[in-house]
């Protein structure tokens, strides 16, 4: 290969990317960087369904733990973070194994990106605020009319990106689809090899994410929010750590929106359409090599795979 290599491993939530990445560092000189939003925050251990400690010590990640849940990380940031670990891994004579479920992560690294307004929390509360008392519905109109692209793109129901989108256009006047037509003209230097993981039975990916999200409740993940707003006193519902998928629905339940067993229906739900719309969007790559992440076989498959690129 003219480029160095590498590697991508892509999939939807407890579709099985950490266990399959433990065996391919224990098979391979790999080193992990994690392509998760959500990992990036301290003290969020239990909703994010982070490895353990036990995992971490014999497949160290990088890109995880590394700030507060009261700070900010951009998409900008990140690209900046992972080309500099490529870069470091490679000088190691190792092979950097990106990892993870974000999707606009690994899009922005292989397309390239343009600087987006920043994050203005005091846009985010009035939409919020807005959305309290009409309905994301109403909003999902409002942006219709002002970025018709960006909107036809969006599930009227997903009220974290209609929410940003509506941000960015309030704060720049300029609406999201703007910003994402901007190409960045620099040629990612390397040669990627993506490992997609599918379920061939969706139903079971289900089963399997209702199992983790009442793994998580038994673990404790109420009282790890109860705790984070304690020890980030600067901590806001509204803030990106906080919008993650379980911890908005445990502070609407805190907020006395719905009892328990609502609660935790509606994380079910919000990481089954979480899953979706990964499954979508990996569906649209290019070059995507895709297993079944329901095969009793996978990481026997995957490294035989990975061995025969690497030849």
Same mark, same amino acid.
């Given at each position: 290969?003219?480029?160095?290599?590498?590697?991508?491993?892509?999939?939807?939530?407890?579709?099985?990317?950490?266990?399959l990445? *433990? /065996?391919? *560092?224990?098979?391979?000189?790999?080193?992990?960087?994690?392509?998760?939003?959500?990992? &990036?925050?301290?003290?969020?251990?239990?909703? !994010?369904?982070?490895p353990?400690?036990?995992?971490?010590?014999?497949? +160290?990640?990088?890109?995880?733990? &590394? &700030?507060?849940?009261?700070e900010?990380?951009?998409?900008?940031?990140?690209?900046? /973070?992972?080309?500099?670990?490529?870069?470091?891994?490679?000088?190691?004579?190792?092979?950097?194994?990106? *990892? =993870?479920?974000?999707?606009?992560?690994?899009?922005?690294?292989?397309?390239g &990106?343009?600087?987006?307004?920043?994050?203005?929390?005091?846009?985010?509360? /009035?939409?919020?605020?807005?959305?309290?008392?009409? =309905?994301?519905?109403?909003?999902?109109?409002?942006?219709?009319?002002?970025?018709?692209?960006?909107?036809?793109?969006?599930?009227?129901?997903?009220?974290?990106?209609?929410?940003?989108?509506?941000?960015v256009?309030?704060?720049?006047?300029? +609406?999201?689809?703007?910003?994402?037509?901007?190409?960045?003209?620099n040629?990612?230097?390397?040669?990627?090899c993506?490992?997609?993981?599918?379920?061939?039975?969706?139903?079971?990916?289900?089963?399997?994410?209702?199992?983790? *999200?009442?793994?998580?409740?038994?673990?404790?993940?109420?009282?790890?929010v109860?705790?984070?707003?304690?020890?980030?006193?600067?901590?806001?519902?509204?803030?990106p750590?906080?919008?993650s998928?379980?911890?908005?629905?445990?502070?609407?339940?805190?907020?006395?929106?719905?009892?328990?067993?609502? $609660?935790?229906?509606?994380i !079910?739900?919000?990481?089954?359409?979480?899953?979706?719309?990964?499954?979508?969007?990996?569906?649209?790559?290019?070059?995507?090599? !895709?297993?079944? $992440?329901?095969?009793?076989d996978?990481?026997?498959?995957v490294?035989a795979?990975?061995?025969? !690129?690497?030849?």
């Amino acid at each position: 290969m003219d480029k160095p290599a590498i590697f991508f491993l892509i999939g939807p939530t407890a579709s099985g990317k950490t266990k399959l990445a *433990v /065996d391919l *560092v224990k098979t391979f000189a790999f080193e992990i960087i994690s392509v998760d939003s959500a990992q &990036i925050y301290q003290d969020m251990n239990i909703g !994010v369904a982070k490895p353990s400690q036990d995992i971490l010590n014999i497949a +160290p990640h990088h890109l995880i733990n &590394i &700030i507060k849940p009261d700070e900010t990380y951009s998409v900008a940031q990140f690209l900046q /973070d992972t080309l500099r670990l490529i870069d470091e891994i490679l000088l190691r004579e190792r092979i950097p194994l990106l *990892v =993870g479920g974000t999707m606009m992560y690994f899009n922005a690294l292989e397309k390239g &990106i343009h600087e987006m307004p920043k994050t203005n929390f005091q846009i985010r509360r /009035d939409i919020e605020k807005e959305a309290g008392q009409f =309905g994301w519905s109403k909003l999902y109109k409002k942006l219709q009319s002002v970025d018709k692209e960006t909107a036809r793109k969006l599930n009227p129901n997903d009220a974290q990106r209609i929410s940003r989108a509506l941000e960015v256009f309030y704060s720049s006047g300029k +609406p999201l689809s703007y910003f994402h037509k901007t190409e960045n003209k620099n040629e990612f230097p390397f040669t990627i090899c993506k490992l997609g993981l599918i379920p061939s039975n969706r139903n079971i990916l289900h089963q399997r994410i209702e199992f983790r *999200v009442n793994e998580m409740i038994e673990a404790g993940l109420f009282k790890e929010v109860e705790l984070l707003f304690k020890k980030y006193p600067k901590l806001q519902n509204q803030m990106p750590s906080m919008r993650s998928v379980g911890y908005r629905q445990v502070l609407d339940y805190f907020n006395g929106d719905f009892q328990e067993k609502e $609660c935790i229906d509606r994380i !079910v739900f919000a990481t089954r359409q979480l899953a979706k719309r990964q499954m979508t969007w990996m569906r649209s790559m290019e070059n995507l090599n !895709v297993f079944d $992440c329901l095969n009793d076989d996978l990481n026997k498959d995957v490294i035989a795979f990975i061995k025969k !690129v690497l030849l």
